[in-house]
């Protein structure tokens, strides 16, 4: 059983940067494609960030691209998630996810309690 654990979530003004980090633990971090979905208050979950086992493949949603970098760190069985130029409607529960195979939606297998982000403006 795979555990995931988000950190970095804080708040931050309109314009600013911030790190999420996201500790896999329980199995073979370098076999899993890892995600990054995030839920607003009030709305449905929606997908932000993907990347593949091997590193070669990233997604991103709508709202990410050319905001966000998502990486991982086989290493440290680490995911990241830079978010820079972060706006108010960026505010949100991030969450860590994990599966078999990198999905542009919520079909992952595994899933962390999420880290807060909120954006002042």
């Known amino acids: 059983q795979v555990q995931l654990v988000e950190s970095g979530g804080r708040l931050v003004q309109t314009g600013g940067s911030l790190r999420l980090s996201c500790l896999a633990s329980?199995?073979?971090?370098?076999?899993?494609?890892m995600g990054w979905i995030r839920q607003p208050p009030e709305k449905e979950r929606e997908f932000v960030a993907g990347i593949s086992w091997s590193g070669s493949t990233t997604l991103y949603g709508k709202s990410a691209k050319g905001r966000f970098t998502i990486s991982r760190d086989d290493a440290k069985n680490t995911v990241y998630l830079q978010m820079n130029s972060l706006k108010p409607e960026d505010t949100a529960v991030y969450i860590c996810?994990?599966?078999?195979?990198?999905?542009?939606?919520?079909?992952?297998?595994?899933w962390g309690q999420g880290t807060q982000v909120t954006v002042s403006s």
């Open positions: 329980g199995g073979t971090f370098s076999n899993l494609a």
């Open positions: 996810a994990a599966g078999a195979n990198l999905d542009y939606g919520l079909a992952y297998d595994y």
